[in-house]
């Protein structure tokens, strides 16, 4: 089995692959040395043990694990020098978010030879676009829907907290309703328009979505899109198998 640790900014999702089948998968938001020895202790049989793992983090978090990994497994652990199965073609490869390039690696393998953007709607909506050569070009960062909600209450004097739902009209009709309209009409409008850009450019795409936010776009948005809600744990699962594979035909 392989192991995979993906540590995002709010949640830190650990998943076991049989080859390429997501056999296990637990969430945590508070991740701990103590819940992946106990996750691992749970999930090893006699005939049947982890063999390897990877780990991504867009944040800082005790490295302790990384030294519990490498120690017991074939261990990778993400970074700008990680060997790919795309090329990167960013212009500071250093700067680049782990889980953006987990994600088009794992689109990549489900769409090969088709060009692909990929749609992250969590803390952040992130837009990364590979192409069919598999070529990363970038993408773009923008707000996700809790921050616009938030900068709003924030940055202004007199503007409530609003909690999101999934009642509102394209016209408010109070100044709760009108944030509604104003931050969940806009963000719609934002991604329709950047597909539709990206479609003028590339032509046919496959969209690709992913992220907490997921299930809120795919029943409003015109285009045909795919849910795939465990995108960047199975680009992990990918790069792993990618480096063991390089490991083994060096050696």
Do not use: W
């Not at 120690?71 to 199965?85: H, N, Q």
């Not at 960013?90 to 978010?97: A, H, I, K, V």
């Not at 046919?204 to 029943?219: C, N, P, S």
């Amino acid at each position: 089995m392989k192991l995979a640790i993906d540590i995002g900014n709010t949640l830190t999702k650990v998943a076991l692959f049989q080859d390429n089948d997501l056999v296990k998968l637990r969430s945590f938001k508070e991740f701990t040395i103590e819940e992946l020895t106990l996750f691992i202790g749970e999930s090893e049989t006699k005939n049947n043990k982890i063999i390897s793992s990877v780990i991504s983090s867009v944040k800082e978090y005790d490295h302790k694990i990384d030294s519990f990994l490498n120690e017991k497994y074939f261990f990778v652990k993400l970074s700008s020098k990680t060997p790919l199965p795309v090329i990167i073609r960013y212009n500071t490869p250093e700067t680049l978010g782990k889980d953006r390039v987990a994600a088009v690696c794992g689109a990549s393998s489900i769409f090969p030879e088709e060009n692909i953007l990929v749609i992250d709607a969590g803390t952040c909506i992130t837009y990364d676009f590979i192409d069919k050569e598999k070529n990363y070009l970038g993408g773009g960062i923008s707000p996700g829907i809790d921050i616009r909600f938030k900068a709003l209450n924030t940055f202004t004097g007199n503007l409530p907290l609003v909690n999101r739902d999934d009642e509102f009209d394209l016209i408010g009709k109070s100044t709760e309703g009108s944030i509604k309209s104003g931050v969940l009409n806009g963000v719609l409008a934002e991604i329709e328009g950047i597909i539709k850009r990206y479609e003028d450019r590339f032509g046919r795409l496959k969209i690709i979505f992913t992220g907490g936010d997921t299930i809120f776009f795919d029943k409003r948005l015109k285009n045909d899109i795919f849910a795939i809600p465990n995108l960047v744990l199975n680009g992990l699962n990918e790069i792993l198998e990618y480096s063991i594979n390089k490991s083994m035909t060096i050696h």
